[in-house]
């Protein structure tokens, strides 16, 4: 058990619609990366947040967006779902905006299904 | 543009044996490597790192060679383990560079580990 917590699990919606993919991190853990792994893909770095400011951007679409609260859980939200959408969505933490030891704690991850 | 490269999506050894799985990258800012182990219905977990300023770093049965002249890492089990097979992720970060954690990943290696 890693002590980050994602929900849902699982989640089956259609294209067009939206959905929020919610994640605690580790207790004590300032930051929270998210990360979509599709079909046969490693994990692509969608962005990353530090004690609730935005610290970095990756592929992240413009349908989609995230933040992080004051109590550090963070929230990704999906908008005008399309087929591609689907993907394993995983989130992670760490305690600072380094790696320091090199380790991120991943969750395990919300699968989203779009049809 | 893939960054870093796993090109044997899959790997069998026979329990006892040495397992190897490489990796390569392209992007010569890379400064931190890391190889991440995921079992399925869960997100993956850190195994072990290496920095540039290293081309060899042991952890156990788990040893991380690196050669950046070629630009290229392998991670080395000995021995191998049925509870081994898992997929492998090789990830890499320009960490001393101020990328703030952004790592990138691989697209994983299966590795069976047949009793």
């Known amino acids: 058990d890693s002590g980050v917590t994602q929900t849902p699990k699982h989640l089956i919606t259609a294209t067009g619609q939206r959905v929020t993919l919610r994640c605690s991190p580790r207790s004590g853990d300032l930051s929270v990366y998210w990360y979509q792994q599709s079909l046969d893909q490693g994990l692509q770095f969608l962005i990353q947040?530090?004690?609730?400011?935005?610290?970095a951007k990756g592929n992240i679409l413009e349908r989609f967006s995230a933040q992080q609260f004051p109590d550090l859980h963070s929230e990704l939200n999906l908008s005008s779902l399309e087929l591609g959408d689907s993907a394993l969505y995983f989130c992670?933490?760490?305690?600072?905006?380094?790696?320091?030891?090199?380790?991120?704690?991943f969750g395990e991850g919300s699968r989203l299904t779009v049809l | 543009d893939q960054q870093v490269k796993q090109n044997s999506p899959s790997l069998s050894v026979q329990e006892g044996r040495i397992s190897i799985l490489n990796c390569d990258y392209t992007?010569?800012?890379?400064?931190?490597f890391l190889w991440y182990k995921k079992y399925p219905a869960e997100g993956p977990t850190f195994l072990i790192s290496?920095?540039?300023?290293?081309d060899k770093n042991e952890d156990g049965r788990f040893t991380v060679f690196l050669n950046k002249s070629a630009k290229h890492l392998s991670l080395h089990i000995v021995p191998s383990q049925p509870g081994d097979s898992a997929v492998y992720f090789c990830a890499a970060s320009a960490l001393y560079g101020g990328s703030q954690g952004n790592l990138i990943f691989g697209k994983g290696t299966k590795l069976s580990v047949k009793p």
């Open positions: 992670a933490s760490s305690g600072t905006t380094s790696l320091d030891a090199g380790e991120l704690f």
């Open positions: 992007n010569s800012m890379f400064d931190y």
């Open positions: 947040y530090y004690n609730g400011e935005e610290r």
């Open positions: 290496i920095s540039s300023i290293k």
